[in-house]
């Protein structure tokens, strides 16, 4: 089982990215991002490379180092997703709490305003556990705890519902 306390920061996280791109041209990637929960504070980590994939590379090189220093994190990137109809963009979220034994991930299908020019979240968030896209029904507690953490945010509470 994992924590609410991971999920709720896995969707906190979830927020601060979409929000981050929500208004962000195609050519224009997230800036990879970790919200590291420690002794009574949460802190905001950006990871500036030289290309999108040194950036992941950097910050999943720490994730040993906020696993053995923190109660709670998570790591959100922007990917590409493809599937049998075509790419998609996506938001990824790895993310871990005390209690966990590995990190999970989190993944948000998005379509971008200049696409149609509104900004869209594409259904729910999706729940990969130990590399296996969970299926909808048999997650549905965990992703309305990932859905709370994005209404715990404090700019997207209120965009999130306009974005679907």
Known sequence: MIPDVALLLAGFALAHATWSVS???????????AFVDAHGKRQLRRFEAESQEKAIAAGKATYTN????????????ENVMREPSGSTDVISIDFWAVG???????????????????????GPPVLVVDGVMQPP????????????????????????PTWQ
Do not use: Y
């Open 23 to 33: 208004d962000t041209p195609d050519t224009e990637l997230l800036c990879p991002l």
């Open 66 to 77: 906020w696993s053995a220093q923190s109660e709670a994190w998570a790591f959100a990137r």
């Open 100 to 122: 966990m034994a590995r990190p999970q991930t989190i993944i948000q299908h998005f379509r971008r305003a200049s696409a149609t020019g509104r900004f869209t979240v594409l």
């Open 137 to 160: 029904n048999s997650v549905r507690r965990e992703v309305a705890q990932v859905l709370a953490g994005v209404m715990e945010h404090p700019k997207v509470a209120e965009l999130w």
